[in-house]
């Protein structure tokens, strides 16, 4: 095999994994991400982020066996705002209404207990 074959499957090869890198990130228009029992050790956390645009909503709920800090947040310069938040909270449901396009993340805390996280997620595209 000479330099040049190889190199193009080299090449190739690693498009491949930069492609499926992607695919699994972030949650696409109207496909819920869905988590059912979800262990979080004492004092950890679980993040789930997306990418939504102005005019989209984010959809979600959750249940947790246990209370947990929830969150939905995204960077603005180098702090982080929180459009909804909820302490010591067993479950929660909502909407956002997308203002900025940016990442957003839902978050949720564990205290000393752990806890076990039932949540879907899903992003409706602007006009839907």
């Known amino acids: 095999m000479s330099a040049l074959p190889a190199a193009i ?5 690693i ?3 930069a ?17 059912q029992g ?6 950890a956390a679980h993040r789930e982020c997306l990418v939504a645009t102005e005019g989209d909503r984010i959809d979600f ?8 800090r929830f969150g939905l947040s995204y960077r603005e ?11 010591a909270t067993r479950a ?9 396009t940016r990442e957003y993340c839902l978050s ?7 806890a076990i996280v039932d949540y879907r997620v899903r992003l409706r595209a602007s006009g839907q």
Do not use: K, M, N
């Open 77 to 87: 310069g180098g702090a982080a705002v929180f459009p909804i938040e909820q302490d």
């Open 61 to 68: 709920t959750f249940d947790s066996s246990e209370p947990v």
């Open 92 to 100: 929660h449901a909502g909407v956002l209404a997308v203002l900025l």
């Open 38 to 43: 979800l262990a979080i050790a004492p004092y």
């Open 15 to 17: 498009a491949l994994g």
């Open 108 to 114: 949720w805390e564990a205290g000393t207990a752990g």
């Open 19 to 35: 492609l499926a890198g992607c695919a699994g990130r972030g949650v696409a228009p109207d496909a819920p991400r869905v988590a």
């Open 9 to 13: 499957h080299a090449l190739a090869g």
